[in-house]
């Protein structure tokens, strides 16, 4: 995590992202990354496309990570293709309309303890920054279901 330099570059637009949602933080953009990982790996179209289903993010600040995920996959409640489930641990999984296609996405350890350690406003704005150039592959576990 110390170096998120990437092969698989996912662009970020911080400023749609916090226009939406009001303010900077790393599970907003996390949700961003996940949104857009699962876009690309099941080649999903963006809105109508695919659908998400949220676990272990009822509360804030790990709510937020829904903003994320409706603002980079197009998965919104107004258009029902979003659903948030109680759970121990966060984990979303995506689905590809089209062909079913599945892939659930969760937290590595490291990146759950480096959350779990961040101390006030300006820590957690400065953990956001450094994720926006993060390899997804580096923070996320994958499982795939079927491609
Ligand atoms: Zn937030």
Do not use: W
């Not at 480096?114 to 993060?134: M, N, Q, Y």
């Amino acid at each position: 995590m110390q170096n998120c330099n990437s092969k698989l570059k996912i662009k970020i637009d911080l400023k749609k992202a916090v226009d939406f949602h009001g303010h900077l933080g790393p599970y907003l953009i996390l949700g961003m990354l996940m949104g857009e990982l699962a876009l690309k790996k099941l080649k999903a179209k963006k809105h109508f496309g695919i659908e998400a289903i949220v676990r272990g993010a009822s509360e804030k600040p790990k709510s937020c990570l829904i903003d994320g995920i409706q603002i980079s996959a197009g998965c919104t409640y107004g258009k029902g293709n979003i659903k948030k489930m109680n759970g121990r641990q966060i984990q979303v999984l995506f689905c590809n309309l089209r062909n079913n296609a599945k892939m659930k996405i969760s937290f590595k350890k490291d990146l759950i303890r480096r959350l779990d350690g961040i101390k006030g406003h300006v820590d957690s704005e400065k953990f956001a920054r450094k994720l926006v150039g993060c390899n997804p592959l580096e923070l996320f576990q994958i499982l795939n279901y079927n491609f």
